[in-house]
């Protein structure tokens, strides 16, 4: 799926909407969390998941390659933490005990 | 921010009501969520990219007892920052 597909969505179902303005909104929509997310903040979007700026610290990785000892710098990561709604209809096969936080297949 | 107050955001930023941009961006996240349903990966430019990855059925543990837990086979979804939302995020 791509942002053109999620436009097409939009613009049929949500109305009101010319095909350009649904563009301009769904853009809109992502420019927001992106904004957002630069100010390290997170978003959390119920029923789909979390985005979440992590720091990390400087520290010393290896080259893969040469084995030599190379210095990491300090940087900012996201990382998106699924909700439970979304983890459920991907395995929807499965009681919500194997799919609990508490459990260790929540990992 | 929460999902509500995107909805504002939305609603601010491009003069439509609230309900309209609710609209929206429950549309764009259930379109987002039925594509993953489906095994279907998501690209969107400039933001990111999700996959759905299968994970087979392992023996762990419990962190805190140390009991042996079987883990039944589970798909999860994968989130891989864009290229641009990662320079935004190191820009300081």
Redesign the interface.
Known sequence: ???A??ID??YE??G??SRKESA???E???M???E???N??????????N?V?RDKQQRVGRNPQTGRPIEISA??????K?SQ???E???PD?TEE??GEN???AF | MTKSELVEAVAKNRDVSKNQAESVVNCIFDAMLAALEHGEGIELRGFGTFSVRKYNAYNGRNPKSGKVVSVPEKRLPFFRVGKTLKALLNSE
């Open positions: 799926m791509t942002k597909e999620l969505s939009v179902k949500v009101g909407f301009e909104i769904v809109e929509v992502f927001i969390m992106k957002v997310l630069a390290g903040s997170k978003v959390k979007i119920s029923g789909f998941g985005f700026v940087r900012r990561v996201l990382t998106f699924p709604v979304l983890k209809v991907l395995n499965r194997d799919v459990t260790l297949s």
